[in-house]
């Protein structure tokens, strides 16, 4: 179950509101891997203290160091604050994590090729109540998008080209195009036409053969 470190009713301060920093030092650290962080209350800016891909990280499910940090309402309701008391992040209590700069190390062309030739892209809309995430995931070849509701080793899934939504609001920097999304907190999965967000139509009549957008989005 995830954990609620994070909760607005057990945060590490005296009062329900983020505390500002003192002045001096908080943003002199750069570095470890960018992030932007949602939970079920608080939106967390920083880096975290990891080498490689961020992803792997995230799914190792252990604490990870955290530094440079800012948060606020993840809903947008308060302006983002320094939070130099939050040393680490357990990875439970993340329901999306919008990949930042040097979370995805730069693939060689080969990887790129393999990558392409061993898995099949759909396109989805991801339902973490109250978020939702339209975008596209990559899948081993036989794999159905929903199967992402099933346990399974991988605790987030990146969805690529992607955009979160709270509402009707957009969450984090629209330059980010991806969001890994907590599989623990999925509630739903369906493919849909990513320009509007809306499930496939069916065409009247029978398809013709060949690959068509239930087979690959």
Request: net charge negative.
């Amino acid at each position: 179950m995830p954990l609620n470190f994070l909760r607005r009713k057990k945060a590490p301060v005296a009062s329900d509101t983020p505390v500002a920093a003192p002045t001096g030092g908080m943003h002199t650290l750069r570095t470890g891997v960018a992030f932007d962080g949602i939970t079920e209350e608080w939106r967390l800016i920083g880096r975290m203290d990891v080498e490689g891909r961020l992803s792997d990280a995230l799914n190792k499910r252990e604490a990870i160091t955290i530094h440079d940090v800012r948060w606020g309402p993840m809903d947008d309701s308060g302006p983002m604050v320094d939070a130099p008391g939050l040393r680490s992040i357990d990875p439970y209590d993340l329901i999306l994590v919008l990949a930042g700069e040097g979370s995805m190390p730069d693939l060689t062309d080969a990887e790129k090729a393999a990558h392409r030739v061993h898995k099949v892209s759909y396109d989805v809309a991801l339902e973490a109540p109250p978020f939702r995430v339209i975008g596209t995931v990559y899948l081993h070849p036989g794999s159905e998008p929903d199967r992402l509701l099933d346990r399974s080793s991988e605790m987030f899934v990146p969805v690529v080209d992607a955009v979160a939504w709270l509402g009707d609001q957009r969450i984090g920097d629209p330059d980010v195009e991806t969001v890994l999304v907590n599989r623990f907190y999925l509630r739903g999965v369906e493919q849909v036409d990513k320009r509007t967000g809306l499930k496939h139509q069916k065409m009247p009549g029978q398809p013709l053969g060949g690959i068509t957008w239930q087979d690959r989005s």
